[in-house]
């Protein structure tokens, strides 16, 4: 085992490989508050890249519901269950990480997905951390909560479904750090199937071999964001570049949101796997929650974004999302919009940080009756 | 008062011998046992490399190959399966059958998320020897050539010459299908190939075996990098039965340097490995054999 740095852990840890960052590393922001689970992501996935035969069970893109619905079952109550405490102290983690909590014989601390597990991508749909009280009134914060987590692979800093590859063929590319798994190497020993802590590498039963996300690799060659990205329709997710700490720049979105205004986390960092997709967490939901499920700075992201509409870059930045098709690796604000930059920070996009405001009078005067919003 | 063990003992006792004397009868003599090596007589009839229970392998003597847990590299194995393989092997100077029996709870064919196939495999040094290579997968320098049998190859082509179609129907029964983008014609289809089945469009040894047949011929400097050899030459065929498996590996004696050739009067090894799909034992998780003396008996 190497010892290598992950920012998000704040510490150094144990890993299979030594730390080589790729020249630079796909990174997403979602924004969990305005996810419907309206699944034109998974959709979009699925229709592109797991139609065939042995991924019928097969969703690299899946949203779930939180705190019951989970796609594979449990995959995160039962590692959770078998790493034990985790505990950090400020923005330190003090306990282990799956590399570090790996047991004698193992690379690291997987669970085994069974195929039934798959069965049940929408259990706990929609279904809230209990009933209302008979008489409830609703006050905040909220006496039952639910969010919905939509996920991709995080094609993570240091995956766990590479380090555990006896046969190495799983690699981060060099040039956008994307996780694959080289179909022409793989013998479907599932090991990557049971290593991964977020249950996203699948294994194929026709053709004895396992897949996973390729974050669309080939549309990110040609500067376009992935199916699932693109096809949001409530314009949750912005793909770009992600930067260590030290090299973090504001005019990158995802630096911006991640490093500078730390608005958007990574999902259960604790796991050890410096996770590339950032979630901006849900602001309805408490904070013993948050914490477990994206760290220590959960509560300030939740006050950021609770004033974020009055503040015309982050307004700018999210008005961005879903503005175009093409990966947004800079922007800067311009007097009432936000601009998309490419890598030379020349405009292709552009964007009013605040739609007009029509206020419709309940009244109309000329027909004198009460207007209704019944669609 | 008498013991309880010992009326225990004497109230079982005579069914006990009665058994014994059904089974002698029932299966003949038992092949001698050679604990120190594998000894593979010359026959002059057909091998029997397609049927475990032939007459043949009666006189075949029998090796006890104790396995051990692989736990050399990780992932190793912790807890412990298949400790005992019988080993019996017979040849006709062009190939050797080695048949190879082994205690199993469980029929497992097709691998799915969580369950993998029943396997075995043999392994024999690339050079023979008193240099041999690691027992362990071989080294850097000094490679292994392995047939690797595998449970589901075998279903694959049962289920293909029974007309039941694929591993998906057989793991699905009851599942109904409108339509896969894959099965649509021309062109299209080649497309849809490589978007859907990316590792058969690789052509991934594992996803696509042109040469069907349940064996594959692995070669190996060392874990981690095995593949299937240019040349493909063996035949398996297994049976579970009663909780158990009795395979027959055929491979032959010499196809030429790069499949480890053997020579007949002279001593070489062998390794065996035995994969138990219930426990979800895949590549390296596996209970193996050191390396084994053989002997080819000579003309």
Known sequence: MARVFNWQLGRTMSYWYSEQRPKRQFGAVFDINKCIACQTCTLACKTTWTSGRGQE???????????????PLAWDLQLLEAMGEQRWNGQTYEGRTIFEAAPAGERVLGIMKHSGDYAYPNVGEDETLGAVDKGAALSLPQQIWMFYLARICNHCTYPACLSSCSRSAIYKRPEDGIVVLDQ???RGYQECVRACPYGKVYFNPSTGTSEKCI???PKIEQGIQPQCFVNCIGKIRLQGWISPPAQAKEDNPIDYLVHVRKLALPLYPQFGLEPNVYYVPPINVPDRFLIQMFGPGAPAAVRTYREAKNDKTLAGLFALFG?????????????????????????FARVPIYEPVHIRRAENPLLQIIRSNTT | MKPRALA????????????????????????????????????????????PDSAIWRDAPEHPARLMVQDVTEPRLTTPGVELVRVRAVHDGTAVAFRLEWDDA???????????????????PLESGADVPDPAMGQAGKGVRIWYWKAVWQDDERRARAGQGDRIAALYPRAS????????GGAARREMERRYAPAAATGNPIAVRPQGGAVQVLMAEGFGNTGPTATQLGTGVGRWKEARWVTVITRPINAGPDLAPLRPGVRTYLAVAV???AARHTGSRKMRSGWIPLLLEAP
Request: charged share 25%; with cysteine.
């Open chain 1, 323 to 347: 503005s175009t098709e093409r990966t947004i690796p800079y922007f800067k604000i311009a007097g009432d919009f936000a601009v998309a930059l490419d890598d030379d920070r020349k405009e």
């Open chain 2, 106 to 124: 469980s029929e497992d064919l097709i691998p799915e998320s969580g369950r993998s196939s029943d396997a075995v495999a043999i392994q024999f």
């Open chain 1, 184 to 186: 022409s190497r793989c």
């Open chain 2, 8 to 51: 225990v003992t004497r109230y079982t006792a005579p069914p006990l011998v009665v058994a014994v004397a059904l089974l002698a009868l029932s299966c003949g003599r038992r092949p001698a046992v050679d604990t120190a090596q594998v000894s593979a007589r010359r026959i002059q009839a057909a091998l029997p490399a397609r049927d």
């Open chain 1, 57 to 71: 069970f097969m969703l690299w893109n899946n949203v779930e519901t939180k705190p019951y619905g989970s796609y």
């Open chain 2, 275 to 277: 994969w138990d799909g």
């Open chain 2, 177 to 184: 299908i409108d339509h896969y983008p894959y099965e649509a």
């Open chain 1, 215 to 217: 974050a669309c690799f």
